[in-house]
């Protein structure tokens, strides 16, 4: 069974960067992605990246804000979060599937813990 662990969570101002951190368990390679989820809102996609790292898809809430990488030797993601706003606030979650990148979490099989993001103004 696939494990998955976030780090890299904290508290920010407005306007500062972020960089988190999921490393996955296991030799097999998955395509990979960062959803966040708000208090009383729904989980949503942020970001995705292949296995290769090769293809890219991005969310449209931090569209330009964001970078999203891999490290397959270290097994694993990265998200770069710039220029952070309080609406970014949720805690965000890293997820893997067994098929390809997609914008609905029902098609991610593994899922973190999630890592909390505070952005205060």
């Known amino acids: 069974q696939l494990q998955l662990a976030e780090s890299g969570g904290g508290l920010v101002q407005a306007g500062d960067s972020l960089r988190l951190s999921c490393t996955a368990s296991?030799?097999?390679?998955?395509?990979m992605a960062w959803f966040r989820q708000a208090p009383g809102k729904e989980r949503v996609f942020v970001a995705g990246?292949?296995?290769?790292?090769?293809?890219?898809e991005f969310g449209g809430a931090m569209f330009g804000r964001i970078t999203i990488s891999r490290d397959n030797g270290k097994r694993t993601m990265y998200l770069q979060m710039n220029n952070l706003d309080p609406a970014d606030t949720a805690v965000y979650y890293c997820?893997?599937?067994?098929?390809?990148?997609?914008?609905?979490?029902?098609?991610?099989?593994?899922w973190g813990q999630g890592t909390q993001v505070t952005v205060s103004s």
């Open positions: 990246i292949n296995r290769s790292g090769v293809n890219k």
């Open positions: 296991g030799r097999k390679l998955y395509p």
């Open positions: 997820a893997a599937s067994n098929d390809f990148i997609s914008r609905d979490s029902r098609d991610y099989q593994y």
